[in-house]
């Protein structure tokens, strides 16, 4: 049987979740900016704990499922949406890509929610940011969670994930045990670090867009903390009122986006919150009970004492190409039929126009 591991690649930290033949013997985690320093010992680490038949690797917005070795440069900008010489974003995370491709580990790219086939394509007109790689494998986990706790099959299953990150806040919806929407964290509603989507008008006096400006003007900001050192606990305690604007803001924009995306969900089971601020009980519970007016809604519970959801998602997708127990799964999330590129359903912004940004001919 399988020996995998999962990756998730995380603003704050990068997680690795191991399993061998269904069970748990990696639960890993450490700063990102650690991690990518020293992409070689990153590599060592992965390979120290072979042999392995699968890695589900760090794959930003996602590819149709690609060997690493096998990914080109073309492939990787259209996966971190970054030109050359463009410092916002994860620094660092294509770097520690390309030292993956360099080894010998069998690592594969995974899609996004735009790649899915489940996913309607009106639904994707001028989208590309609808959930990154990671979230597509935190959805694996919340499937396989509601269809074990309620002895359910994976067709029954219906949730609404709430991901509320260390950076952004995104949701996802599945309908039948497939996703068939979702609304990414530069997309989405307001996240800690990352303002979500942002009003054209706002984006018009900006001058400019770089991908540093995605990562700010979240909550921290509003709560007129520095950035890189405020800690999300803070929120759950405000002393002044930005601290209160900042708080109510996040709350009301996240169940906002989690309610819209139910439409999409006939006969909605729960709402599922996972993510960082997930475990803020404060936040959780503020969310939660705006969302039970709605729907049952819970805290995604997840196997691992230490990697995120998202890690442990990725280990179940590994899994499941792998030939393990989580072949079902991953079947029914359609992750082997995914195609296309992010660019292919824009028209507010020609094609090319976007290729020429990214520096691709």
């Not at 002895?151 to 599945?174: M, P, Q």
């Not at 799964?329 to 028209?347: C, F, T």
Request: proline share 6%.
């Amino acid at each position: 049987m399988p020996r995998v591991i999962g990756i998730d690649p995380g603003t704050v930290s990068i997680d690795l979740c191991g399993l061998d033949d269904g069970r748990l013997f990696l639960d890993r985690s450490w700063p990102t900016a650690e991690a990518l320093a020293e992409p070689a010992r990153f590599v060592a680490e992965l390979e120290a704990a072979g042999p392995l038949d699968l890695v589900a690797g760090p794959s930003g917005y996602g590819l149709p499922l690609t060997r690493v070795q096998a990914a080109t440069e073309e492939d990787l900008r259209l996966a971190f949406l970054a030109a050359p010489g463009e410092t916002g974003g994860i620094g660092g995370l294509r770097g520690l890509v390309r030292a993956l491709a360099r080894s010998a580990l069998p690592v594969v790219l995974t899609p996004g929610v735009v790649h899915l086939p489940t996913v309607p394509a009106h639904r994707k007109v001028n989208r590309v940011d609808m959930g990154t790689a990671e979230k597509v494998c935190v959805v694996a986990l919340a499937v396989s969670e509601q269809a074990r706790r309620l002895g359910r099959a994976l067709s029954n299953v219906s949730l609404v994930l709430l991901e509320l990150g260390g950076a952004f806040t995104a949701a996802v919806a599945v309908a039948a045990g497939r996703i068939v929407d979702g609304v990414g964290g530069t997309a989405g509603p307001l996240g800690f670090r990352a303002a979500g989507a942002l009003d054209g008008e706002v984006a018009y006096l900006a001058g400019e867009v770089p991908k540093a400006l995605l990562f700010q003007g979240g909550a921290a900001a509003v709560a007129g903390w520095d950035e890189t050192i405020a800690s999300p606990e803070r929120l759950a305690h405000p002393t002044t009122p930005a601290e209160q604007l900042a708080g109510d803001a996040l709350v009301e924009s996240a169940v906002k986006t989690a309610v819209a995306l139910a439409t999409a969900v006939p006969s909605l089971g729960e709402f599922v919150l996972s993510g960082r601020l997930a475990h803020v009980e404060p936040l959780a519970d503020a969310i939660r009970q705006r969302l039970e007016a709605f729907a049952p809604t819970r805290v995604l519970e997840g196997f691992a004492h230490t990697a995120k959801e998202g890690a442990q998602g990725a280990a179940l997708v590994a899994d499941g190409l792998a030939g393990g127990v989580n072949g079902p799964l991953v079947e029914r999330l359609a992750i082997r039929e995914a195609q296309g590129s992010v660019l292919d359903h824009l028209y507010v912004v020609p094609r090319d126009q976007a290729r020429r940004r990214l520096g691709l001919p």
